[in-house]
T-cell receptor, first 115, second 110 residues
Framework: NAGVTQTPKFQVLKTGQSMTLQCAQD?????MSWYRQDPGMGLRLIHY???????DQGEVPNGYNVSRSTTEDFPLRLLSAAPSQTSVYFC??????????????FGSGTRLTVV | AQSVTQPDIHITVSEGASLELRCNYS??????LFWYVQSPGQGLQLLLK??????LVQGIKGFEAEFKRSQSSFNLRKPSVHWSDAAEYFC????????FGAGTRLAVHP
């Protein structure tokens, strides 16, 4: 199993450009989520999904859109990039059914710079 | 509101000394609790997790954590720190979505 795959690993955008950060998992996990990491602030939840077709906002959703058309994929869209969106982005999938395998699997991250 | 507080932003210890990183949480239900470690420029590595049962949890790299419901705490401990433990440590709580603390950066003096 590949786990959680994020692409691209690095990206530089100009202010106002749009792009999609890709996230795919092959573990058939129902839950998926996106986080951004900024120095001194830990990881903050952007959006999350509890299953295909169901998404909800996290702590910092402004400027980001998500959709979940399949169990495997959970892309994060920046419609008009701003310098404040310069950050490291992590995607995660999770599984909770009361067993020892419960927990989160994180992708390796996407480092985004908006100039 | 759900939240996680890591009171110590930076901690410096000598190699071989014991370590305790503090974590306090606010969560409406029985929490799922996690500790992650992150080296510079790297991703997150799970150290340990607590869902239920024994409140003292053993993790990887010699770390352990104790869940204390009465204190809403989940402190991370290690009896003897190695230079390679220098990293940033994050406490997190949640199930289908995680709430992270701001992190504690650990420096280890030789």
């Amino acid at each position: 199993n590949a786990g959680v795959t994020q692409t691209p690993k690095f990206q530089v955008l100009k202010t106002g450009q749009s792009m999609t950060l890709q996230c795919a998992q092959d573990m058939n996990h129902e839950y998926m989520s996106w986080y951004r990491q900024d120095p001194g602030m830990g990881l903050r939840l952007i959006h999350y999904s509890v299953g295909a077709g169901i998404t909800d906002q996290g702590e910092v959703p402004n400027g980001y859109n998500v959709s979940r058309s399949t169990t495997e994929d959970f892309p994060l869209r920046l419609l008009s990039a701003a310098p404040s969106q310069t950050s490291v982005y992590f995607c995660a999938s999770s599984f909770f059914q009361g067993g020892g395998k419960d927990g989160y699997t994180f992708g390796s991250g996407t480092r985004l710079t908006v100039v | 509101a759900q939240s996680v507080t890591q009171p110590d932003i930076h901690i410096t210890v000598s190699e071989g000394a014991s370590l305790e990183l503090r974590c306090n949480y606010s969560y409406g239900a029985t929490p799922y609790l996690f500790w992650y470690v992150q080296s510079p420029g790297q991703g997150l590595q799970l150290l340990l997790k607590y869902f239920s049962g024994d409140t003292l949890v053993q993790g990887i790299k010699g770390f352990e954590a104790e869940f204390k419901r009465s204190q809403s705490s989940f402190n991370l401990r290690k009896p003897s720190v190695h230079w390679s433990d220098a990293a940033e440590y994050f406490c997190a709580v949640g199930a289908n979505k995680l709430i992270f603390g701001a992190g504690t950066r650990l420096a280890v003096h030789p």
